[in-house]
Structures are given as C-alpha cells and as structure tokens.
C-alpha cells in the first residue's frame, strides 16, 4: 500500500511540471519573421558592388603555410625535455603571374624549411623563396603551376586618403576574409624598413596571418601588400605597389636587392640657416658628415654642403634624397647640384648599401607622439 502511494505521488510530480511548463509555453511563435523589407536601392547597388569585386579578388588570393627548425636553447640554457624541433606559422600572398609567381612578406617566408602554398581551389604546391628583401619585408616565392589567375597591380601613387580599400588574406587560419576600411594615411615612416619609402596605412582590418595579401581599391587593383598591424589591428600598414613593381626585377634575377648608397650622414636644412646656405626657404638636405673612402666623398660632397636636386628631380628634404638614392641602380652616375652659397654640380657614382646589422622580421609602426627631427643614418 505504501509502495503504491509513493509512486502515484511520484507521477504526479512528474506530471504537474510537464503540465505547467506546457501551460507556460507561448502559443505565438518565439520570432518574427521578416517581411522582405527593401534595401534603398543605392546600397543595393552598393552591396552587390562589394561582393562582387570581393569574389573577384579571391581567386590570386593563397594561403602560405610555414615550417622552420625551432630555435636552439640559448647560451647557458639547457635543451627542454620534449621540445618540438620545428616551429609552423603561415601567412597570405597572392599571384602576380600565370606561371606561378607569387608575392608575399620576408617575415613570412624568411629562414623557411619548408614552404607550402594553397591555392582558392584546395590545391597545394611546394613554394620556393626567387628572392627576399628584409628592408622593405618583401618575397618573391615560385610554385610549379600554369594557367594560374593573377591580381592586376595598379598604381599606388593615385591612391588617395579617404579612399575605400579592401585587405584579404587569411588571418587567424581562417580561409578567403575579407576587410574593408580607407586609406588612413600616405607616407607613414616604419622603423627598421627603408624609413624613406612612403608606406600606405589603412583601418581596413589587418590580423596575424594577413600579412602578404594584397590592399585593393575599388578598381580592383593591387596598391599595396600588407605586411604588418598595430593595436590589434585596428591599424595597418602595406607596402605600396609601385615600390614593389620596382623591386620585382632585381628579386627575380639577383635574389635581393641591392639599395643604392651614398656614403653620408644627412639632416634637414634649419629654417634660421638657410640664407647662410644661399636659400630663399629651408628646402633641400644638409650634409652633416661623408664617410670617407665612399661615393659621396669619392664624388666630392663635403660637409656642410646642401643637396637641392638630383638628375633634375628636386630634393626637398631627407626623405626625398633617401628615396632617389636607395631606388637608383648600384653603379650609376648621377649629377647632384649642391649649393653652398652658389650653385654646384658634381657626378656621383651611387654604391652598394653597406650591410647593417640584420633588422628584425617584423617592422616597426612609428611611436606615438610628435615627431622630432633629428639627422639621419648614413645614406
């Protein structure tokens, strides 16, 4: 009898919940469904637009996988038990032509074991480093393939601050993304790269496995390669095109490149010297000190003179002459006019960039603050 009173309770116990709990339960449907709401007809188009090009651009668009030997203990350390002995990263680049050549970042690629490239379509090569440039963060990497499809480079002196770009790559491992943004600024200076090349910053998001890809326009067209990010990617920088189409043909047939040089120390002209330099406004480069034995000596710059112009192009500042001289071919004669209280012409022969100590993987974004001038590194 009690066994047959705790089991009538126990169903009623089960019952009432399922029986309240159905009670409780809305008749009406939990959503509203839309009523196929319609998109003003302008951002239609609009949209339409964007997917469009992004589908278009996708195709040169690969994923760069990455295997390096792990890095030895250091001195005094000793090796860890069960250590990995490679390290994997990966990163983006994209096909520039049909035949397999591709375009990516140095610090991706850089010190590589072993590179493996995967195309849209799921395919994988072997990739192979043509050549590497550190300065600018700059590969040229080869597959074996034909009939591949190539993203169309563009010209990035055009690009203008404001403009809508779009970033792809594949960041955080994730396959084919898409970002889009404004080019923010023209001319950021990044530390440990050739400071005097006018690197393109964007909003356009760029994470950790962006690096490589390509920055486009509206156009369609490559303006810059992405190589790095800053605050989490809220900021991000690439190389602009034009200086990559300039690098190109010394990466494919020497494996580097090879920076012009001068052999001095430079700085700008002070606004309250510049009469006492012959000038009528404090444009041009100062001369502070030539380091003896190279071009600029060689040629006959001396200390103290000012560089307003070279091969005809006018020199308004540091930059400029960084610019002309780091792009000029080792071996070439150019005529710089120099004015030290009159105007002189001397023939320099522009030399190799002597070797530094080697500059990290990863650039620099420039910190935060106002900038102070201050004389520049031996060009």
Do not use: C
């Amino acid at each position: 009898m009690r066994r047959s009173t705790l089991s009538l309770a126990l169903a009623l116990s089960l019952v009432v919940p399922a029986v309240a709990a159905a009670q409780a339960r809305p008749a009406e449907p939990l959503w509203k469904e839309s009523q196929g709401a319609a998109v003003p007809p302008d951002i239609a188009r609009l949209n339409d637009f964007m997917h469009g090009l992004a589908e278009r651009l996708k195709p040169p668009l690969v994923q760069i996988r990455v295997r390096r030997a792990a890095d030895p203990p250091a001195e005094g350390q000793e090796q860890q038990p069960n250590a990995p002995d490679e390290r994997r990263s990966q990163g983006s680049g994209f096909i520039i032509r049909e035949d397999g050549y591709l375009v990516t970042n140095a610090h991706v690629v850089g010190d590589a074991d072993r590179i493996q490239v995967r195309l849209v379509d799921g395919r994988r090569f072997e990739g192979r480093v043509v050549g590497l440039d550190e300065r600018v963060d700059l590969a040229l990497v080869k597959i074996d393939a034909q009939g591949l499809p190539v993203a169309p480079l563009g010209d990035s002196n055009r690009a203008r601050v404001g403009e809508f770009v779009l970033a792809l790559g594949h960041p955080f491992g994730l396959e084919q993304t898409v970002s889009f943004g404004i080019v923010s600024r023209k001319g950021a200076p990044i530390q440990g790269a050739v400071g005097t090349f006018e690197f393109i910053q964007t909003d356009a998001a760029v994470n950790p496995g962006n690096s490589g890809g390509p920055l486009v326009n509206m156009a369609g067209e490559v303006v810059g390669v992405n190589s790095m990010a800053a605050v989490n990617g809220t900021i991000g920088f690439a190389i602009p095109v034009n200086l990559v189409k300039a690098l190109l043909p010394q990466l494919a047939e020497k494996g580097k490149v090879e920076w012009g040089w001068l052999g001095v120390s430079i700085a700008e002209v002070p606004d309250e010297e510049a009469a006492k330099f012959g000038l009528k406004e404090a444009k041009g480069v100062l001369i502070r000190q030539v380091v003896a034995g190279q071009p600029a000596d060689q040629g006959g710059i001396r200390a103290n003179d000012v560089v307003v112009s070279v091969d005809g192009t006018a020199v308004e500042g540091p930059r400029d002459l960084q610019r002309i001289i780091s792009s000029t071919p080792v071996g070439q004669s150019v005529k710089i006019f120099m004015r030290e209280g009159k105007e002189q012409q001397v023939a320099v022969t522009v030399g190799a960039y002597q070797t530094a100590p080697r500059v990290p993987r990863r650039l620099v974004p420039p910190a935060p603050g106002p900038r102070q001038p201050s004389p520049q590194p031996p060009r």
